[in-house]
């Protein structure tokens, strides 16, 4: 079992940045990756990036591409998301998944665990 608990939203200014963090605990040593995932008020989730714990494979949504990062420290088995020029349409409420098996990063039923969420509000 995964737990995983994300922290660092909040609201900001558009054009502003957050920084994410998602803590994963438990039996983290078979994980294949990590990913954030949104959801806006009304909108289905959607996948934003994705970082495999290996670190060889990293992957953006088209809409965050260059402005977000994705990282992970295996040390302390935490992902980050760092979100810069934020945009209105980027607030979401954002859940940090995990995943054991392989195959497209954006594919949610792959994930087994999931997050309670963190509230992102970006203002204009």
């Known amino acids: 079992q995964v737990q995983l608990v994300e922290s660092g939203g909040g609201s900001v200014q558009a054009g502003g940045s957050l920084r994410l963090s998602c803590a994963a605990s438990g039996v983290t040593d078979n994980l294949a990756g990590m990913a954030w995932f949104r959801q806006a008020p009304g909108k289905g989730r959607e996948a934003v990036a994705y970082r495999s714990m290996s670190g060889d494979s990293t992957m953006y949504a088209n809409s965050v591409k260059g402005r977000f990062t994705v990282s992970l420290d295996n040390t302390k088995n935490t992902l980050h998301l760092q979100m810069n020029d934020l945009k209105s349409e980027d607030t979401a409420m954002y859940y940090c998944?995990?995943?054991?098996?392989?195959?497209?990063?954006?594919?949610?039923?792959?994930?087994?665990?999931w997050g309670q969420g963190t509230q992102v509000t970006v203002t204009s």
């Open positions: 998944a995990a995943r054991r098996g392989w195959g497209n990063w954006y594919d949610q039923p792959l994930y087994i665990y």
